[in-house]
């Protein structure tokens, strides 16, 4: 198993940009599927976006397609959800979370291990 932690998060000016980064501890993240959630004050979690073990297959919610973009290098150990047009409902804290199936999954009892998370914030 892998243990997540997330970066890149802060404030940014509606229609600006921020790269998120999932990075792992552990030779299982190769074998993971990384997939990034949020969660917005009082909403209840959500899937944004995932990626498989090879990067073959990728996930994004209707919300962020053509806006957002995943992609992993298994040699650093880190999954980058790149972030650009953002709107002030991207405003989430962000977690990141692996499961060691080969697809992504939207539930999110399929993921074994869970990030800590990092605060996005878009002002209007």
């Known amino acids: 198993q892998v243990q997540l932690v997330e970066s890149g998060g802060g404030l940014v000016q509606a229609g600006g940009s921020l790269r998120l980064s999932c990075s792992a501890s552990?030779?299982?993240?190769?074998?993971?599927?990384i997939t990034w959630f949020r969660q917005a004050p009082g909403k209840e979690r959500e899937i944004v976006s995932g990626i498989s073990r090879s990067a073959g297959t990728t996930y994004f919610a209707d919300s962020v397609k053509g806006r957002f973009t995943i992609s992993r290098d298994n040699a650093r150990n880190t999954v980058y959800l790149q972030m650009n047009s953002l709107k002030p409902e991207d405003t989430a804290v962000y977690y990141c979370?692996?499961?060691?199936?080969?697809?992504?999954?939207?539930?999110?009892?399929?993921?074994?291990?869970w990030g800590q998370g990092t605060q996005v914030t878009v002002s209007s």
């Open positions: 979370a692996a499961r060691y199936w080969n697809g992504v999954s939207t539930l999110q009892s399929d993921y074994i291990n």
């Open positions: 552990g030779r299982a993240f190769s074998t993971a599927t």
